[in-house]
């Protein structure tokens, strides 16, 4: 019985353990396929999230062919747009379908209509032009960097002087600072070489004219005493400025383009200085006892109005007179020594 019991201990010992292992097998397997069912529910969370981003990606795409939907229609908007403008004209068609938006063929078509309105008009330099607009400016017009470069020049028969000479160089300069077209250059060179020309002719001839005029006025107002008193006038001058001083004084030139020498104020007025300093215009001319007499005659005259017009004689104008007819005979009478 005892042996009964514990042989039935022990297989009830045995059969518990092993449904004791069983159990544990069966609770490994309930684990095991727990931990398969995890595994399995992972890998379906990761497909489900595969499906959700290709779901996502096929929303992306979605987007992208709208995007790309529009695209096409704008452009295709834009080419009839080119198309409607063009008109038929295939070049033309072609010309626009180089721009790729309609601001692009507005600003475009602006730019023509300026460059239309401004076509055939001259070069204008503004007055706050930038170094480089002025130098842009300066090569498009021909015009050089330094003055003295202008091409402006006296023509070849044209006969300069110093002045015109000096003209010509502060002429460059203003015209360099000015930016002036050379043509307009050479053109107002060419009235100032007409107009200096022109003067000259004019000035030379109305010396020639004074001269004349002159010279008949003093021979009817001196008559045989003519060249005694132009002798007297120049031997003066001689005596004090030198031949080279007398030369230049004499060639003066007035405004009027006659010489100083041909101012007939002037020349009277040296003439009598000159009578007055040499004793009569006669001793210029050697003819000393011509001029002792007319002296001599017009001192005997004035004397004579002491018994004629006392009153005269006395006053101030013919004390005068016969005072310097007095130093003139003095003179002379010291010439004839």
């Known amino acids: 019985m005892t042996d009964q019991n514990m042989t039935d201990g022990q297989e009830s010992q045995q059969t518990n353990g092993t449904a004791t292992d069983q159990g544990s097998d069966a609770a490994a397997g309930k684990q095991g396929g727990a931990a398969d069912n995890g595994s399995a529910a992972a890998s379906t969370i990761t497909k489900d999230a595969g499906k959700e981003n290709s779901a996502g990606a096929d929303a992306g795409n979605g987007s992208s062919d709208a995007n790309d939907a529009a695209t096409d229609a704008e452009k295709g908007d834009l080419q009839r747009f080119r198309e409607q403008l063009a008109g038929g004209d295939a070049g033309l068609l072609k010309q626009l ?124 107002e001196w008559g045989g005493e003519y060249e005694g008193n132009l002798n007297a006038a120049q031997q003066l001058m001689t005596t004090q400025l030198g031949d080279e001083g007398f030369e230049q004084m004499m060639g003066l030139r007035l405004m009027d383009g006659s010489r100083l020498q041909d101012n007939i104020a002037f020349v009277k007025m040296m003439a009598q200085l000159g009578a007055d300093y040499y004793g009569g215009n006669a001793i210029m001319t050697g003819d000393v006892e011509t001029t002792a007499k007319t002296v001599e005659e017009q001192i005997q005259t004035l004397l004579k109005l002491r018994v004629d017009d006392p009153e005269k004689y006395k006053s101030d104008e013919v004390q005068s007179k016969i005072t310097k007819l007095y130093q003139q005979r003095d003179k002379i009478n010291a010439r004839k020594k």
């Open 97 to 220: 379908e180089r721009h790729k938006s309609i601001e692009s063929i507005s600003k475009s078509f602006k730019e023509s209509r300026n460059a239309a309105k401004n076509a055939g008009k001259p070069l204008v330099l503004g007055e706050k032009a930038t170094p480089d607009e002025v130098k842009a400016y300066r090569e498009a017009m021909g015009i050089p960097d330094e003055a003295k470069d202008y091409p402006v020049a006296f023509r070849e028969e044209f006969k300069p002087t110093e002045e015109d000479k000096e003209i010509l160089d502060s002429f460059k300069e203003y015209l360099h600072g000015a930016n002036a077209d050379p043509r307009a250059a050479k053109a107002a060179l060419e009235w100032y070489q007409d107009f200096a020309t022109e003067r000259v002719q004019q000035l030379n001839s109305n010396l020639a004219k004074v001269a004349k005029e002159t010279q008949s006025a003093l021979r009817d």
